[in-house]
């Protein structure tokens, strides 16, 4: 159930930049189509048309699908709400639109947080919607059984057309998956939702965030993974050629010192339960997985997950059986997710029992 194809993986997070990584616990959505060319695209008429004054809020709906951040976002159209809404992108207000799914095991971690946020934002007029393009039976009922757990606007996007407005326009095929849209109806950010999102929706909301310094500073931080995804596909080619666990390391212990935690968390899984026993280089995988929980203060569930296999692997039982725990506790409520990590807690605790 957990094998997946690494460099697929890492492509599409050099894409999304922050968005799932690992196995089902972040699992990818099937690909949206591709967005149509501009000059297909189909028309629409401005909701609001802009005034001569930049300063002013206004907002209107774009003629093309936006593509890069600053567009203009596309409008919310033809959504049928399962709760809450309509929702309509209006000036003067802010939008977070999350992308998402009923099967989707790192969207129903999600799902707390966005409420958190939609309750902590609700007076800065900041609108909080998540979308699924799912079966309107099958969405009713998992938000009904959430509850106030899930407590913002749930619509769904049927057609596909709002899909492709915003995660097909820009090339993004992994869920979950926010965008932020300002107050002048322009796209801010785009990401996780867990990510730096509430960073920038406060600087959004305060008029301090520069979009402009944040894409360049977006396509800095895509190519360094560029780079670092060539350097994790060339480590597994040496792996794959019979080279030495020391010859093969020598090609990815830079990446170590520089890779984020996403990527380190992937390779370290990878390595440990990809590669065949007598190549497999566990000490190298828990630097990998140990950095990368440091990196997330130990607060994030599939990182802590992939960090207790590697000390497990290492013959560290009894700290593979504390990390676990921990990362069991954060993923309480979501059935599959517990199950999955419950299934190694209790080999690690087994095998801990075994050797007193």
Known sequence: MRRRNAILILTTYLVVLGGCTKRPVTQPQAKEPAPEPAAAAPKAEPAIQPTADAAAPETAKPAV???KIGDAAWPLEGLEFVKGGPVKIEPGKAYIVEFWATWCPPCRVTIPHLTEVAHKYKDKKVVVTGISTEKIDLVKAFVA?????MDYNVAVDST???SKGYMGAFGVNTIPHAFIVDPKGRIAWYGHPMDD???VLDGVLAGTFDSAAYAR?????????ETNLETYRAYFEKIGSGATIQEARAVIEKLIDQAPAELLNQLSWEILTEVEESKRDKELALKAAEKANTMTEGKNA?????YALALFQNGK???AIAAQEKALELVKGDAAAEADMQTRLTKY???ASSTQ
């Not at 500073?217 to 190519?223: C, S």
């Open 349 to 351: 605790k087994a095998t």
């Open 197 to 199: 999102m509430e960073r």
């Open 302 to 306: 599939s990182i802590l997950d992939t």
């Open 317 to 319: 039982t009894a700290e």
């Open 217 to 225: 500073t977006r396509a800095e931080e895509q190519a360094k993974l």
């Open 145 to 149: 059984k959430q509850a106030e757990n």
């Open 160 to 162: 596909g057309r709002v």
């Open 65 to 67: 699908m936006p593509t």
